[in-house]
């Protein structure tokens, strides 16, 4: 799996898993409308009864395909459907014309081609006349319609473009981030699924905020199957180069590695490291490439990596995973400066007391590196300052400000410049005495010049308080 060609991504691996919308549709078709009675009272054309009640009657796909047959050249096919879908008035009854309709096009995929053609002769897109039906209040309907527009879009040579295509992921877009009220998340994230196999459809989803919302529902609670699906996308979206190399700065690899370092499903590690191993063999500027390994290496991979290899699974292509990622991660550990891990650890926006924050070498060598970008790293640790709820982040990144202060000689101007200082000054009062305490140390530094001074002062005072610098 650690390359692998676009064509030979595998079929969406969901036919298993059963879904709400799959339990549902069982019932569905047990409940078959009275069509004579709509023919009789004049609610259905005659072309429409006819072919609906020939199809149903069919018995096997032979038959189906010679009702098929009869009913395309005109195109009747294609505009029964549209009819029983957008003119029958119940729901019930849409609900088991559309379970029809997907059934159709999944027992035999060239089906698609039926409704793309019959659209082109009239000068419209297949998906135009449906797409409004994802406005319905049922949801049954909603979803339905959405997995009958999945495989239109996917199945056949004709593919969904411009408006259509915009509208529909902003529609998948909308589904994913109700993931609380959303009860039919698993079908959803198939339709996705099927979408992002196809290369032409992830450049779109990628510029309308696509990833950021993949990212956020894998952040949220999710079960393990939604879990898979989702990753399962995100793993699609890497094949193309243009993207994975966007990966980094999307928040793509935390939130893997966070689900990485917590998981005992074979089948999500599995997807996870093929993610990674994608990401870093499509990237290939030297400094992405370098900031996604050591991203990688933060949310713990290399320890997940050794515990697997330990594990031996009898699978060769995961155990190729296991070893390029092994010998990629320790490379990238052993060629990272003291800097590199900081400034990743910074950006990660996950601080935690690593060696670097307390060692005087490292702030004497790097505090002048705080002012590259336009302050990058000093407006990065301020906003943390400003909206991080983590104790022991507000306590590392007021650790930080006090020392760049005390390292650049007009580091202090620098901080107040940004409002660093009214942000360490907030945090004076906080709940935490820990925080307190940092908060007070980066506002002595602010102040204070004599630092040999200073230095003497807090040793006794954190003594006298009995306070841990933690």
């Known amino acids: 799996m ?3 060609a676009h064509h030979n991504i595998p079929a969406v691996d969901m036919i298993n898993a059963t ?3 799959q339990l549902e549709a069982a019932e569905v078709r047990s409940n078959k409308p009275n069509w004579g009675s709509y023919f009789r009272s004049k609610m259905i054309q005659e072309d429409d009864y006819t072919l609906v009640t020939s199809y149903e009657n ?12 009869a009913n395309d050249a005109n195109g009747q096919l294609a505009k029964t459907m549209a009819n029983l879908i957008t003119q029958v008035a119940k729901d019930q009854n849409v609900r088991y014309v559309l379970t029809l309709f997907d059934d159709m096009l999944q027992e035999d995929k060239s089906r698609v081609e039926i409704f793309h053609k019959a659209a082109h002769r009239q000068k419209r897109t297949a998906f135009s006349q449906y797409l409004g039906i994802l406005q319905r209040q049922d949801n049954f309907i909603v979803n339905q319609m959405s997995s009958i527009i999945a495989k239109l879009a996917c199945f056949g040579v004709t593919r969904m473009e411009g408006q259509d295509l915009q509208y529909y992921f902003s529609f998948l877009k909308e589904q994913l981030k109700n993931s609380t009220t959303n009860e039919y998340m698993n079908t959803t994230a198939r339709c996705l699924q099927m979408m992002l196999r196809h290369d032409e459809y992830r450049h779109e989803f990628v510029v309308t905020d696509g990833v ?9 609670k999710t079960n393990f199957q939604l879990q898979y699906q989702l990753i399962f996308s995100v793993w699609c979206l890497t094949f193309n180069a243009d993207i994975a190399k966007k990966t980094p700065s999307l928040g793509v690899i935390t939130a893997l590695g966070d689900i990485l370092s ?13 993610s990674f191993v994608n990401i870093l ?11 996604a390994a050591l991203q990688m290496v933060q949310c713990k991979t290399l320890k997940t990596l050794e515990l697997m290899d330990a594990k031996k699974y009898d699978d060769p292509d995961l155990e190729d995973d296991v070893k390029f990622l092994t010998e990629e991660l320790t490379l990238s550990v052993h060629d990272l400066s003291s800097y590199d891990e900081y400034y990743s650890e910074v950006r990660s926006g996950r601080l935690t007391w ?3 924050h307390k060692s005087e070498k490292f702030w004497r060598e790097n505090a002048a590196k705080f002012n590259d970008k336009q302050y990058e790293v000093v407006k990065i640790l301020i906003k943390l300052l400003e909206s991080s709820a983590d104790p022991l982040i507000l306590c590392v990144a007021s650790h930080d400000i006090g020392e760049y202060v005390r390292h650049y000689p007009r580091g202090k101007t620098v901080v107040e410049q940004q409002q660093g200082k009214a942000a360490v000054m907030r945090l004076l009062t906080a709940e935490d005495p820990n925080v307190r305490y940092h908060a007070l140390l980066a506002v002595q530094k602010l102040m204070v010049h004599n630092w040999e001074y200073l230095g003497k002062q807090l040793d006794s005072d954190a003594q006298g308080d009995g306070v841990a610098a933690k």
């Open 2 to 4: 650690a390359e692998v």
């Open 19 to 21: 879904s709400r919308l």
């Open 58 to 69: 069919a018995k096997s796909k032979d038959e189906r395909d010679q009702v098929i047959a």
């Open 212 to 220: 950021q919302t993949l990212v956020t529902a894998l952040n949220g």
């Open 262 to 274: 917590e998981s005992t499903k074979e089948k999500v590690i599995r997807i996870i490291l093929a």
């Open 281 to 291: 063999n499509k990237v290939e500027e030297r400094e992405i490439k370098r900031e």
């Open 354 to 356: 690593s060696p670097v």
